[in-house]
């Protein structure tokens, strides 16, 4: 059950039991009997959470230069120069919290002090800004005189991404936020509060408290901690290119080349920092042997650990408009690699399993495809202008095609259970005990080799690797048919039928990859059926 409070004005939720309260009026029997009843609304648990309105502001800057040069009358340079500045996130009225993972904190002895903005040290900002990016660029075009129409081309530059400056920085608003928690030990026959009385009073704590949030060894600890690493660099990219083109007769352009990309310091999910040492797992109780003991996490927000590689050839094919006719065929063959996980990758590869070994994130990228095939058509029926019945009926029709077929997504074995007893920073993987691959007989009930994982020994990280497996590829076929009836002078109506997925393929999702789940090995959705429809529209 959720309500609002609007006299507290808190963002509130809490599990709603009805107790039935029992008044004996005068002249009751001994037995207790019920003269009067009635219903109050009461909570067994509630919380509440109220943050500040923080207001921020940021900037990005650039700059460049960039000029061509025709060396000869068969090859041209292309040479720039580019400046990125993009100026850290600074919050009003000094609401951000930050961490100083060195210091001792007063409550506990241990390292690790909560600190906040106007404090000495301590900026209104995110992260320290960087005026260090300049991206040189160059490329050339060269026209071979060996064969003719031959174009060679080829290129690289430094690309700089976005750091923060998109993110609002109350991730960090520890210090600046109401949060309370009410919970009854007897749900069934007792309560946290009656929704009549709101919440019982709450005090948010003093940021001048020494040891903000913080514990004693040996406590339960009631605060976690979330920041932003001041020493932040720029998402780095280095891209390089190289190609050849070549027209052919009949309009028809054949190219071919490799891309790369290599990048580093990329923005990656949220890390857990108050992992306990695997050489540390044991029965015990562990929140002592925690780096911050005194917190129940120390969380940095979206630290610029990532890397990762790609490299790709492709071959082109592609026909102009012209006699009715265009076309383009695209085939690329490519692998990419890194270790980070993103919220957009078309498959599910996982990462951070131990915060201290990055080595083992390491992978196929959720968007690692190695082969993609894409190709689009359009047939413009001609006109017979001689025959004004055979025109009506067969000419001047546009016929399309789309078509894409790539492999499938990788996907990570992760593991249901957490017997490690160490707080680790992500999901954990089982324990690669065989082939995961099926020789044969792949069913969508039993798509891989389930025997191959095994939950591992207690105290242990499962030794399977990330994106382990690879799903069903994906075939799509698209058709499009279409054409311009002539009412009247000014007056004309379009037909169009659209049909996606017209072979009816079926492609399906990746299977339950979870060991210990119900659905484990099991194909159970796929992408959409064929679908077919039809407009019809006037143009006055």
Known sequence: FGYNNESNDLSSSGNLVFNRLITDLPGASNTGEAYASFLVGAANSAS???????????????????????????????????????????????KLNAFDRNAINPVSGTQGVVTFAGQPDVPNTSFDANYKNFGPRVGFAYKAPFARDLVIRGGGGFFYGPNLSNSVTTGASLGFADNASFVTSQGDTAYALLLANGYPAYTRPSIDAPGFGAVR????????????DRKRPSPTSYQFNFDLQKELPGSVLVETGYIGNLSHHLAANDLSLNQVPANRFGPDDTQPLRPFPQFSNVTLLNPTVGNSSYHGVFFKTERRFSNGLSFLAHYTFSKFIDDVASGDEFGDPGSYMD??????????????VPHHLLFTGLYEVRQFKTNRALHLVAGGWQLGIYMNVQSGANFTVFDSANTTNGFPAGTLRPNLVGDPWLSSGSTLQRLFNTAAFAHPPNFQFGNSPRSVLRGPGSNVVDFSVAKVFRVTERVKTEFRGSFFNVGNFANFDIPGHTLGNSDFGIISSAKPARTVQMALRFIL
């Open 48 to 94: 509440l959470s109220k943050t500040d309105v923080i207001t921020s502001r940021a900037a990005y800057w650039a700059a460049y230069v960039q000029d061509d040069y025709r060396i000869t009358d068969r090859l041209t340079l292309n040479l720039g120069l580019r400046w990125d500045v993009e100026t850290p996130r600074a919050v009003d009225n000094n």
């Open 355 to 368: 915060q201290y070994n990055r080595r083992l994130d390491k992978g196929l990228s959720g968007t690692d």
């Open 217 to 228: 060894l040996g406590q339960k600890p009631t605060t976690a901690v979330t920041f932003f």
